[in-house]
């Protein structure tokens, strides 16, 4: 069934439905949105009941609200460093029905000082000590060398200036052999690896590519923490058709239908 949209509609946002309509968001008009690489992260999820589930850098939620949909039995908390997107994200899970299994706190992951709980709309509270089962991310993709935002929330949204703060919180809020899940550059494979080497193990790893005859330009990677494992290298997932603007089949499962994107 469909979210129905809030009745106010302030300017300063927009509404819009994923995952072929099943979740309604609520996001800013200007700046960052939410794209197709939310829902293929949560796609690339599995968990076994009453799992606990972090999202680094939650946003507006769409991530978080995916993986709750397509997961009716775990637990999502989400860290997100701007309150006014935490507030959104709060808005979304209450609109989707979600609230009782997702929260959102304004965080910033690279805050190491354990100084207590986190802000935020939802119940409970965060904590830097807090453990969780999985970590999931969609970090920054854009680094050093590329061009610069004036608009602080773009900037944040897209511009990563420390690839490592976002791995050292993964590990450091991970209970001993949990999972972190992330999207990122293909061409920061290299990068990626180099961070997660001192903590994590047991690599897999799924390239995403636009069409089966061109490079791939994002890949999803699971590691264990202190995971000892070969690395797995999957075969890629085209998500559009040769010649053409439409999905792949494969592609249409799991942005429209919810399915599964094994990892």
Excluded at 66 to 85: D, F, K, Q
Excluded at 206 to 218: C, E, G, I, S
Excluded at 229 to 237: F, H, N
Aim: proline letters at 6%; charged letters at 15%; one cysteine or more.
């Amino acid at each position: 069934m469909t979210p129905k949209p809030p009745t106010e509609f302030p300017p300063d946002y927009t509404d819009q439905t994923i995952l072929g309509g099943r979740i309604m968001l609520r996001q800013m008009r200007l700046g960052y949105r939410v794209a197709e690489d939310s829902v293929y992260l949560a796609a690339a999820v599995t968990a076994p009941a009453g799992e606990r589930i972090l999202e680094l850098g939650s946003g507006v939620g769409a991530v978080s609200l995916c993986l709750a949909h397509r997961l009716a039995t775990v637990l999502v908390t989400g860290y997100e460093i701007a309150p006014a997107l935490v507030a959104l994200a709060n808005h979304n899970a209450a609109v989707n029905g979600l609230a009782a299994r997702v929260r959102f706190f304004a965080r910033d992951i690279g805050d190491v000082s354990g100084s207590g709980a986190g802000t935020g709309t939802g119940t409970g509270s965060g904590t830097d000590c807090e453990k969780f089962d999985q970590i999931i991310m969609n970090p920054p993709f854009h680094g050093a060398h590329h061009s610069q935002s004036r608009d602080p929330a773009r900037q944040t949204a897209f511009y990563l200036h420390d690839l490592r703060l976002w791995l050292t919180a993964a590990g450091r809020h991970l209970r001993p052999g949990g999972r972190v899940t992330l999207i990122f550059r293909a061409d920061g494979l290299a990068e990626l690896l180099i961070g997660l080497a001192p903590q994590f193990g047991s690599f897999r790893i799924l390239p995403l590519t636009a069409r089966a005859d061109q490079p791939a330009k994002r890949i999803l990677i699971c590691a264990q923490l202190g995971g000892k494992a070969p690395l797995v290298l999957g075969q890629p997932l085209v998500t559009h058709q040769i010649g053409s603007h439409s999905h792949s089949a494969a592609a249409e499962k799991i942005l429209r239908d919810g399915a599964d994107l094994p990892l």
